[in-house]
């Protein structure tokens, strides 16, 4: 390979496929809880899931994990899966339904790019729910490069954006 290959700049991820123990129990957390809409089922053992009538955003399937234990944190896979929300209002409005339904979140982060809120679902796959701030605002280093970084979100000043 002699020539440096770059990613075309508009490719984005389809879709995560995950593995759950429980279709049911994973349903209710995807669809009842974070409002994702249920696109098939694929027999009992799998389901397909999105946003806006999209095919499918995610999948999950129990056909190796019926029943099982979720994977241990220091086990290799998937650290989290991502959703982008449209505005920050949109992620003001997940938050105060999760936390009216005491679900637990295990962060809730500003990374200077976006703020995010972290939670687990019921196998244990981390999700991240975030929004991210326009590029222009990102914040950047003395040399022009990104600097992201880990704070605190400010959750009271997110719920703000409820009352707009």
């Known amino acids: 390979m002699s020539e440096e290959y770059k990613i075309p700049a508009k490719t984005h991820i389809g879709h995560v496929h995950l593995k759950v123990s429980d279709i049911k129990r994973s349903l209710g957390f995807y669809c009842d809880l974070l409002g994702f ?5 694929y027999g009992d053992s799998a389901a397909f899931i999105s946003a806006g009538g999209y095919h499918h955003h995610i999948g999950l399937n129990t ?5 099982s234990h ?7 896979g998937l650290f989290h899966t991502a959703i982008v ?5 949109d992620l003001a409005a997940i938050f105060a339904r999760l936390r009216e339904a005491k679900y637990p979140f295990t962060g809730a982060s500003d ?3 976006s703020e995010a809120l972290y939670l687990d679902d019921p196998d244990g796959n981390g999700v991240e729910l975030y929004w991210d701030r326009p590029k222009e605002l990102w914040p950047q280093k003395a040399d022009g490069s990104l600097e992201m970084f880990t704070l605190p979100l400010d959750i009271e000043d ?5 009352e707009k």
């Open 158 to 162: 997110l719920l703000k954006e409820l």
């Open 37 to 41: 809409e249920l696109q098939m089922m």
């Open 85 to 89: 929300y449209p505005e920050r209002k």
């Open 70 to 76: 979720p994977a241990t944190q220091r086990s290799v």
């Open 63 to 67: 056909w190796y994990s019926k029943g």
């Open 111 to 113: 990374h200077g790019v």
